[in-house]
């Protein structure tokens, strides 16, 4: 089992940046894909970012791409998320995910099973 904690989020003027961590607890971290995800006031969940076990690829909703960077750092249990040139569409709470088993290059919204509690990043414009 795997326990997720986020944090790093705030508040931000626009085209100011941000870098959320995700901590893991637990051994094995490398064995996760890792995925961010955020959700707006009265809107569904939606895919930001996701890696792969080594942090070899990575992938990118196409309304970060260019701006977000995800990262992760497997000694330190760590994911990250660097945010830059944010606008004010890019206020949510941001999830981190972690997922062990899926079929594609990247695990489905459905296939992550672990998830932390959320962080606000809200951007002034």
């Known amino acids: 089992q795997v326990q997720l904690v986020e944090s790093g989020g705030g508040l931000v003027q626009a085209g100011g940046s941000l870098r959320l961590s995700c901590a893991a607890s637990?051994?094995?971290?490398?064995?996760?894909?890792m995925g961010w995800f955020r959700q707006a006031p009265g809107k569904e969940r939606e895919f930001v970012s996701a890696?792969?076990?080594?942090?070899?690829?990575?992938d990118y909703a196409d309304s970060v791409k260019g701006r977000f960077t995800i990262s992760r750092d497997n000694a330190k249990n760590t994911a990250y998320l660097q945010m830059n040139s944010l606008k004010p569409e890019d206020t949510a709470v941001y999830y981190c995910?972690?997922?062990?088993?899926?079929?594609?290059?990247?695990?489905?919204?459905?296939?992550?099973?672990?998830w932390g509690q959320g962080t606000q990043v809200t951007v002034s414009s």
């Open positions: 890696i792969s076990r080594n942090g070899g690829t990575t």
């Open positions: 995910a972690a997922a062990l088993l899926f079929a594609g290059a990247y695990p489905t919204d459905r296939e992550y099973r672990y």
């Open positions: 637990g051994r094995a971290f490398s064995m996760y894909a």
